[in-house]
C-alpha cells in the first residue's frame, strides 16, 4: 500500500521506516517544520521548580540540546501525552515520566490525580488549547514556555509531482489538525481528491478529521487512540 506521511521530516523518516516494516510504501511530504527555542526552555527551567508538562516529544528534542543545563531539573516529575513521548523523556534522562493515552484533557487529568502544586507546559505554537482549558477547570496552577514553533513549509511543485509520479496513495496519515488544515489549502492535485473515493484519510483523533473537507468525510477514519500505533493499525 501506498501511504503518504504528512509529519515534519524528523519524526516522518521514523514513520517510513515504520510503514516499510509492515510492508507498506511510503511517501513523504513534509508541511511543517520545527523551529526551536532552547534559551526559552532553559529560562523557564531556571525559574520554576516542579512539574514539567509536554504535549509533544518536539519539546523533548529541545531540552535534549540543553546538556549540562538540564540535569538539574532530571528528577522533576514529568508529565507527557503518548508513551512514544514519555520513552524520549526517560531517554533523556529524566526518572519520573508518567503519561497519558489519550489527548490533552486527558493528560491535564493525570496531572491533576498527582497534585502537582505547581506545572510548567513545554508548548508549541501554534497548538490546541485542549490541555490549558482543562487545566484551568481543574484549578491548577501553570506556567506557559514556548520552546518551538512549527513554521509551515511550502512543498516545491516538483516534489509533488515526484510523489504523484506513479498515481495516487491509497492512504494519507494526519497527525495534527494544523496538518490537515495545511494539506487541504495546498493547490492541485489535491483538488482531485473527491474524485477518487478510494483513498482513505487517516487522522490521530476526532479533532484532526474536523479540518477534513466535508466532501471527503466519508474517506475519514479516526484511531481508536491519539497514537501511532493505532494510526498504523488501521493501514
Given at each position: ?23 507498506h510504501d511510503p511517501l513523504l511530504l513534509p508541511l511543517r517544520w520545527p523551529v526551536h527555542d532552547s534559551a526559552a526552555a532553559a529560562g523557564a527551567l531556571a525559574t520554576?521548580?516542579?512539574a514539567i508538562a509536554v504535549t509533544s516529544a518536539e519539546a523533548i528534542r529541545v531540552l535534549s540540546a540543553l546538556g549540562e543545563k538540564l540535569r538539574p531539573h532530571l ?161
Amino acid at each position: 500500500m501506498r501511504v503518504l506521511v504528512t509529519r515534519p521530516a524528523h519524526s516522518a523518516t521514523t514513520t517510513a521506516q515504520r510503514l516499510r516494516d509492515m510492508g507498506h510504501d511510503p511517501l513523504l511530504l513534509p508541511l511543517r517544520w520545527p523551529v526551536h527555542d532552547s534559551a526559552a526552555a532553559a529560562g523557564a527551567l531556571a525559574t520554576t521548580s516542579g512539574a514539567i508538562a509536554v504535549t509533544s516529544a518536539e519539546a523533548i528534542r529541545v531540552l535534549s540540546a540543553l546538556g549540562e543545563k538540564l540535569r538539574p531539573h532530571l528528577a522533576r516529575p514529568l508529565f507527557a501525552v503518548g508513551e512514544t513521548t514519555a520513552e524520549e523523556a526517560r531517554s533523556l534522562g529524566f526518572r519520573s515520566v508518567a503519561s497519558s493515552q489519550g489527548n490533552g484533557r486527558d493528560l491535564a487529568d493525570l496531572v491533576a490525580a498527582h497534585k502537582p502544586g505547581t506545572l510548567l507546559y513545554l508548548a508549541g505554537t501554534p497548538r490546541a488549547e485542549t490541555f490549558e482549558g482543562r487545566l484551568r477547570e481543574l484549578g491548577i496552577h501553570f506556567s506557559v514556555a514556548e520552546c518551538y514553533r512549527m513554521q509551515p513549509a511550502a512543498p516545491d511543485p516538483a516534489e509533488i509531482d515526484a510523489i504523484f509520479a506513479n498515481g495516487y496513495p491509497d492512504a494519507i496519515l494526519f497527525y495534527s489538525r494544523q496538518t490537515a488544515v495545511d494539506f487541504f489549502r495546498l493547490p492541485e492535485p489535491w483538488s482531485a481528491l473527491p474524485k477518487r473515493s478510494a483513498i482513505r484519510l487517516l487522522c490521530l483523533s476526532e479533532a484532526v478529521a474536523e479540518a477534513v473537507p466535508g466532501a471527503l468525510r466519508k474517506n475519514v477514519t479516526i484511531s481508536p487512540m491519539p497514537d501511532e500505533k493505532s494510526l498504523l493499525s488501521l493501514l
